[in-house]
């Protein structure tokens, strides 16, 4: 099961823009297993259908962020 942390819904004209922001969030959680110690290829998807594209997480890479130490910051 994967916990989905991006999603766009897909409109004419903007499917360049839509795989580059799903790239760049790829990548993001990519180096974010490679930090904790998690394999990407098996922690880090993408989804595509018709309608939508999505990038997800694994649920072990979920609760690994969920589980530690520390607090969110918003800035």
């Not at 922001?21 to 490679?34: F, K, M, N, P, S």
């Not at 997480?57 to 520390?70: H, N």
Request: hydrophobic fraction near 40%; glycine fraction near 6%.
């Amino acid at each position: 099961m994967w916990i989905w942390v991006a999603r766009w819904l897909k409109r004419p004209g903007q499917e360049a823009a839509l795989a580059q922001a799903a790239d760049h969030i790829r990548r993001h959680w990519e180096e974010v297993c490679l930090d904790v110690g998690y394999d990407p290829a098996k922690n880090v998807t993408v989804a595509e259908n018709d309608k939508e594209l999505r990038v997800g997480i694994s649920e072990a890479l979920d609760m690994t962020f969920r589980e530690e130490p520390g607090e969110w910051r918003y800035y």
